[in-house]
């Protein structure tokens, strides 16, 4: 039926009026009545609703214009359709998001966790200006090495914090001492 024609096709044709025609006539009505009640049917299941709700589903069948033969979505065709209630939670997978696709400005705060970052992911050029309190620097982590020259200044050692134990001998000159400035007259 869906190559050749799009009627039904009645059992009797009629083509000439005597007795036999009253049933052959009721047959006939029968099959139209039969075929009416089996498409009220079907519209039924692809509307999910009664043959009045057919304008509302026709916009479900202008989206199936996205579908290409293959059965794969155009989804230029489907912008603005998918809205977030619609997608399930934990829904999309890595596999179904574009390279890139997310950005730090679609991160939510705080949704970043340690485990997520990759070791040696995190270098000096990715760390903020005082970035890095006292309380997170270990213990002998920072050493002559790692101290550059000329950063520790007067006004950066602490009152008592030099110790003649802290001196080794022999490291302080008479050159080094202002010992003039401590004379008594």
Partial sequence: MSNDQDIIKLPFRITEFNEDMLV????????????????????????????????????????AGAITPDGKFLTEKLDGLIQELQIADQAISELKLKDL?????????????????????VD???????????????????????????????????????????IPAGEISEAKLKWQTHLIY
Wanted: hydrophobic share 45%; aromatic share 4%; glycine share 4%.
């Fill in 124 to 166: 000096a050029s990715k760390l903020a200006d005082l970035a890095v309190e006292m309380s997170k620097i270990a213990p002998g982590a920072v050493n002559s090495e790692k101290i550059a020259p000329g950063a520790i200044t007067a006004e950066k050692i602490a009152e008592g914090a030099i110790t003649a134990d802290k």
């Fill in 24 to 63: 052959a006539l009721d047959r006939n009505f029968k099959e139209i009545e039969f075929r009416l009640s089996l498409l009220q049917r079907y519209i039924k299941q692809i509307t999910g609703g009664s043959v009045k709700s057919i304008v509302d589903a026709a916009e479900i069948w202008k989206r």
């Fill in 101 to 121: 696709a997310v950005t730090s400005a679609k991160l939510a705060e705080n949704s970043v966790i340690t485990e997520k970052i990759a070791d040696a992911a």
